[in-house]
């Protein structure tokens, strides 16, 4: 799991009261799907490839689940934060990072543009505190 992103992003479990809620056909909707990506840490990384599997539930809150493709692990947690029609923050985690090698979580910042949900990330403790790691991560939505 190293360089978790996204996004990314986004899988969202998220908890009521967030404000990642939205109506039918709102913000929420255009972030359902399966995402392929990777993240990187730096330039010249050749990142690590993950899936992120994204729904809407009933109550209008966006719900999902980061796995990373090549590492075995059980699947992580997203909280969306934030969400407009072009951008979304998720927290993602608390996990343990090979990477790192110690117990994480990711703060992502992507925008969607068309099926492509791009953005940085940052890892820090899970109380907080000093960054661990930041960097990028690039995804496309696929057909589940």
């Given at each position: 799991m190293r360089t978790l992103l996204c996004?990314?992003?986004g899988a969202a479990a998220c908890a009521p009261g967030e404000k990642s809620h939205?109506?039918?056909?709102?913000?929420a909707q255009k972030y359902a799907g399966t995402f392929d990506g990777r993240s990187y840490r730096s330039a010249s990384d050749t990142g690590t490839p993950f899936r992120l599997i994204a729904a809407v539930g009933s109550d209008g809150t966006l719900r999902g689940t980061l796995w990373f493709r090549?590492?075995?692990g059980p699947p992580i947690p997203v909280r969306a934060?934030?969400?407009?029609?072009?951008?979304l923050v998720d927290e993602i985690?608390?996990?343990?990072?090979?990477?790192?090698?110690?117990?994480?979580?990711?703060?992502?910042?992507?925008?969607?543009?068309g099926d492509s949900l791009n953005g940085t990330f940052e890892m820090r403790p899970p109380g907080g505190g000093t960054l661990i790691m930041r960097g990028a991560f690039r995804s496309k939505r696929v057909a589940p």
């Open positions: 996004v990314a992003l939205a109506a039918a056909g709102g913000p090549d590492i075995a934060r934030q969400l407009s029609d072009t951008g985690g608390p996990y343990h990072s090979p990477t790192a090698n110690r117990d994480v979580v990711t703060t992502t910042a992507g925008k969607l543009r």
